[in-house]
């Protein structure tokens, strides 16, 4: 595998096939300009600034920022041959990277960094040059770890905000609880471990039993107690409809990028 741009996605997605045992670590190479980045990323995989020496790699992975990925193809165009070109790049589209490598096997995916607790859920769509054998072989990388799915490219978007970025969003909603909790004096170790474990442990109960997030709500919630209280007052702020506008705003991000 060979990654252009070696930033928190790539390395996570490098780090965790390693941990996996589905690619070897000598088999990985990634390219930077960021020589401080390198110099991190030299104590696990092979590293250079030069991103022509990734182009031997059976998949390159494109792990720069949107505005960059044109540059990049157009710097590697000359020695893509049989290589599968993965991008990662958010609101990239297909037919933008099919202009500049036509013939070359193209998949568009998108991970998140929970790839690197075995937890990722993605997914990802391609060309028509792409055989079974290259899918089956993304599809075995991404669901090495995690989950992973194909889907039409139309809706990579959405998959964006809700894979992508919403790791950050319920990041951000954690920490507000987490802060309340210390206000309220609890230690800020306790009262993180415990906003923790309760996150990961709604995802786990919900996924494991299969139930709408609405159920759980029920079960959790008795009449006229503390979690009624509290869902009284999201309701009060609307919040339903504000994460729906947070949605929105980053879906519109993800179309605005492949624009630009």
């Known amino acids: 595998l060979g990654f252009i741009g070696s930033g928190n996605m790539a390395f996570a997605l490098a780090k965790a096939f390693n941990d996996k045992k589905l690619v070897a670590k000598q088999n990985i190479i990634m390219s930077d300009r960021?020589?401080?980045?390198?110099?991190?990323?030299?104590?696990?995989?092979?590293?250079?600034?030069?991103?022509?020496?990734?182009?031997?790699?059976?998949?390159?992975?494109?792990?720069?920022?949107?505005?960059l990925v044109s540059v990049v193809l157009q710097e590697i165009k000359p020695l893509v041959k049989d290589q599968v070109i993965v991008s990662v790049a958010a609101g990239i589209k297909i037919s933008s990277m099919q202009k500049i490598l036509p013939s070359a096997k193209i998949v568009r995916a998108m991970p998140n960094i929970l790839c690197l607790v075995n937890e990722m859920?993605?997914?990802?769509?391609y060309n028509k040059k792409c055989t079974k054998k290259d899918i089956s072989l993304i599809h075995n990388l991404f669901n090495g770890v995690?989950?992973?799915?194909?889907?039409?490219?139309?809706?990579?978007?959405?998959?964006?905000?809700?894979?992508?970025?919403?790791?950050?969003?319920?990041?951000?909603?954690l920490n507000a609880f987490v802060e309340a909790g210390i206000k309220e004096g609890l230690k800020k170790e306790s009262a993180r471990k415990l906003a923790y474990n309760v996150l990961a442990g709604?995802?786990?109960?919900?996924?494991?039993?299969?139930k709408d997030p609405e159920q759980l709500v029920k079960e959790v919630?008795?009449?006229?107690?503390?979690?009624?209280a509290g869902i009284q007052e999201m309701k009060k702020q609307k919040l339903d409809k504000g994460m729906q506008k947070v949605f929105k705003a980053s879906l519109k991000r993800s179309k605005e990028l492949g624009k630009e």
Request: with cysteine.
């Open 34 to 67: 960021d020589l401080a980045r390198l110099a991190f990323v030299k104590k696990y995989f092979k590293t250079t600034t030069n991103n022509i020496e990734v182009v031997n790699s059976d998949i390159i992975f494109i792990c720069v920022k949107p505005a």
């Open 121 to 125: 859920s993605s997914a990802y769509a």
């Open 146 to 173: 995690g989950f992973s799915t194909e889907i039409e490219e139309s809706r990579i978007d959405a998959v964006t905000v809700i894979s992508g970025s919403a790791p950050a969003f319920f990041a951000y909603i």
């Open 202 to 210: 709604t995802g786990k109960y919900l996924r494991d039993h299969n």
């Open 221 to 228: 919630m008795s009449s006229k107690g503390t979690t009624y």
